[in-house]
């Protein structure tokens, strides 16, 4: 028969790494990524916990006659970006969230 986790330090491991999480989500509101449609055209920033701080479009991809194309690389961008700050996300959390192996409890 398996040996039962000690239940105390099963505890004490999930109370650190409630700890380590919190601060690697507190860490990602200060990461930045950007990311760029229509060859620098538009450029998004966005926080690791997903906050748009910036959108810049060039002057230059202003046409009157064609929003549409403006519309398109603004929307690529953004989701460009957001899709960086996830896997920032990610990154970061997954290898604390991967610990719960260690515990002793699988599956989990």
Known sequence: MPQQPNMQQLLKQAQKMQQDMLAAQ???KDEIV???AGGGM???RVTGDLEVKSITIDPQAVDPDDVELLQD???AAV???LRSAQELASSKLGGIAG???GLGLPGL
């Open 26 to 28: 507190e860490s990602l």
């Open 34 to 36: 950007d990311a760029s």
């Open 42 to 44: 538009v450029t998004v």
């Open 73 to 75: 690389m603004v929307l």
């Open 79 to 81: 989701n460009e970006a």
């Open 99 to 101: 610990g719960l192996g």
